[in-house]
Every structure is written in structure tokens, then in C-alpha cells.
């Protein structure tokens, strides 16, 4: 991951928290309980079915198709926000 | 008649529950008999325990020829969803029936939520635990978890990660409604 | 296209729980409408004591919920079918959420569901619509997701739902064994 100078700037902490809020509805947690490397399967009980739940959320919100091999990827919300960046292509 | 009859049971007067008469846990499993007092797609309980009168549990063994599964699906049973649902609801009469002096019966209002994450087959016993709470306006809340015991032996079952959850059926929160079952518009 | 045999071809499911009779109406990918019949001929309604109380022969809510879903796979099935694509494995009630019921159906009602499809994720349908008895509503479905899972790992007891994110099971043939 490329450390920028803005890395605290509102584009980031904004999607991270977008994507927090998003994530932690389907885990039905509260977003603070959300950390960013917290695994959603061992720290959150998450199992495949709650994985293709963000993956609809995140389809519909940003408008943009993530293919399945993703999935296996997006274990963490640092890990979601890398694949959701790099798919809308986000400047951040 | 059916002017009357097709709105949902309304409660005839305010229903005053008094104290639950259960008075001792059951040790004993209690069977449940054949016959239905109202239209359900299966005797979907075998058998239950009541702990307390918010708590119970029941048990199901899913056979080849219960009502309904030939046709879910021809070439590979499954117990479908909706009767772990109805499996509950069962549970939850079953308690309800019996920790009440005046005969009272539930209807199901709402599933606020239900996932299902093991598949039950033939041959499984359904295990089913509620966890019932009364809310005021005559009303019943009621988590349910639901695990399957398997009908043999499985060595992949311990598999890291997967052992832990493979056993889980379901997991729901329903809602019910009390009303007097002799209640006639 | 909308007769019962041609409900038969796209739907898995057969007597006594093919809970769909007709379909009136289908905007593919989009929503449907369609109909089943409560009759008091059906096996939820085999068995039971006497009684002189009517509302005993309320049409069983799990099943308004089967017929329902199953409305709602229909829709899925048949859309894909269109596109010329097929999915191999069985269908599965996965989850639902703010199911609400507001009337119960008797013998000599007709239901009337209507089903859209909010999303399709791979082999993953998010639906929502209603149930209608008589143009009132009967039952509210918020979200329910129906899946198709492979038969073989459901054979091989892995849950079509594993809690392994790595594990998703993805389309292969029933030759890879």
C-alpha cells in the first residue's frame, strides 16, 4: 500500500467510513465495533453468505461490478476498501 | 362467515395472562401428538423440553416421508427453509400451550430476521432452543437457534473453521401474537 | 409461458410443494406476478381434529412464505433462462428480513404474490415484494435471498454457506468429483 502524504486527508478516513458503515450494517455490529483489520470471519462470525451481502451493498452503492474472485480477498475493511479503490478507482 | 374470518384473529377482548402455571422444569421430553388443531404442512416437532417458561427446546428427525419433501426436490431431499421456521413455531406453541391456565394460542406476526447456514437432510435430527420474551400488547418475542445433529459420522466436520459453524441450521428472531383460543367473532 | 407446465420446466420443485400456479404477469429481471390457489384438498390440511372454529384452516404461513419464495426464484430462473444461461445445483432458502403478516388466506382464496428482484450477485437473488389475498395485503417480504448451492457439496456436507470467505463455491460442472 502506497503511504501518500494525505493519508489522514477526507478522501480516505471518508471512504474508509462510508465502507465501516456499510460493512457493519450486513455484520449487524455497530460501526465503532468495526476495526480495519479485523477479520470478519474469526472477529465477526461473518460467514460466505454475509461476504456476497457486502459484495451487493458495495455493487449498489458505488455502481460498479466486483467480480467473485474478489470475495476471497475482501477479508478485513482495510482489505475492502484496497479492492472497492481499485475497482471505482478511487484517487485517494 | 368468511366476512368475519379474513382478517387475521383478533383478540375478542383484552387478553389478561396470569401467572404461568408451569411450575417445575420438565426432565422429560415431552411428544408431541399426531394430530394437528390447526392446518401446519407437518408435524414439524417430534418431541420438547420445557426449561422455564421463556425457555425450550425441541427436537425434529427429518424422515423421507414427511408431508411435502418428495417434491423438495425429486432428486435430493432438503428440509426446506420454511419448515425450520414452522419447526419453531411449533416449538414456540408447544410452550405457550402449556405455561398458560386459559387456552391461548399464537400467530406468527413477523420473521425479523432468519438465516439459514447448514442445509438439514434427511436422516438429521433438528435440535431447537427459544428463547421466548414477553412484550407488552399481548405479544412474543423469540430467538431461535437451531443445529443439526448429523446421521453419521463425519471426519471433515473438524476442519479448521468449519467445525464450529458447519453444525448451525439456523438462526431466527420471530414475532407472535397471543390470542384466547376459544376467541369467536 | 405462463401455464403451469412451463412453471414446472424452470422450477425444481414438485407435488405436493410446487406452490405456483400461473404466472400473470413477468418483466424479466425485474419483477413478477403470480398466483396460487389455497385449497383445502392440500396435505397441511390432512390430519387434523374436528373443529367447528374456521380459523383453524388459516393456509399455514410457512407456506404463504414457500409460495413466495418460490415465486420469487421463478423470476430469477426464467430471466437467465431468457439470456440462454442455466444454474446447476440446488435452490436454497438462504435468509430473509422484516417478513411481516397482515391477514391469513382460507380454502377458496387465491394468493397473489408479487416479486422483484433487487439484486443478482453470481448465484445469489435479493428479492423483496407481497403477498395480496382478495387485493389486501397479506404478507410484506423486506428482503429474502435466495441461492443456488452445488448438490455434491451439499452430499460432502460442507455447508452451502461455509464460514470460510476463500470456500464460496464457485459454478463448476457435477463432473469435477
Known sequence: MTVTADITGTGRAAHLDELRELIAEVLEIE???????????EEYEADSLRAIEILARIEKKYRVEVPQEDLAKMENLLAVYETVKARVGWTD | MNGALHKSMAPAAAL??????????????????STAHRAAPLKAIDEYRILSAHEITAEKLVRADDPYLEGHYPDF??????????????????????????????ELTAIKSVRFTSPVLVGDTLRIRCLCTYVEDNRLTVKADCHIDRNELDPDLDDAGAGAASDRAARMTLEFRLVRADAHE | MSDHA?????LPHRHPILLVDQIEEIEHFDHIVTVKAVTGSEPC??????????????????????????????????SIRREGRELTGSLIFAAAKNVT??????????????????????D??????????????????????????????????????????????????????
Do not use: K
Open chain 1, 31 to 41: 460501526p465503532e465495533e468495526l476495526t480495519e483489520t479485523g477479520s470478519f470471519v
Open chain 3, 101 to 122: 403478516f397482515h391477514r391469513a388466506a382460507y380454502p377458496g382464496d387465491t394468493l397473489r404474490h408479487v416479486a422483484h428482484i433487487e439484486q443478482i450477485v453470481g
Open chain 2, 16 to 33: 389478561v395472562l396470569d401467572e404461568p402455571v408451569l411450575t417445575t422444569s420438565a426432565t422429560a421430553p415431552s411428544p408431541v401428538p
Open chain 3, 45 to 78: 390440511y390432512a390430519g387434523m381434529a374436528e373443529t367447528t372454529d374456521p380459523r383453524r384452516f388459516a393456509y399455514p404461513r410457512s407456506l404463504m412464505v414457500e409460495s413466495f419464495g418460490q415465486s420469487g426464484a421463478l423470476l430469477w430462473l426464467e
Open chain 2, 77 to 106: 431431499t432438503i428440509y426446506p427453509g420454511v419448515f425450520v421456521i414452522e419447526s419453531v413455531t411449533q416449538t414456540v406453541h408447544a410452550l405457550v400451550e402449556q405455561t398458560w391456565e386459559s387456552r391461548i394460542e399464537i
Open chain 3, 6 to 10: 412451463h412453471i414446472r420446466s424452470v
Open chain 3, 124 to 177: 445469489n437473488a435479493f428479492l423483496r415484494g407481497q403477498t395480496l389475498v382478495d387485493g389486501e395485503l397479506a404478507a410484506d417480504y423486506g428482503s429474502v435471498i435466495a441461492v443456488v448451492r452445488q448438490t455434491e457439496s451439499l452430499d460432502g456436507r460442507q455447508a452451502p454457506v461455509a464460514s470460510q470467505l476463500a470456500a464460496i463455491p464457485r459454478q463448476h460442472t457435477m463432473e469435477e468429483q
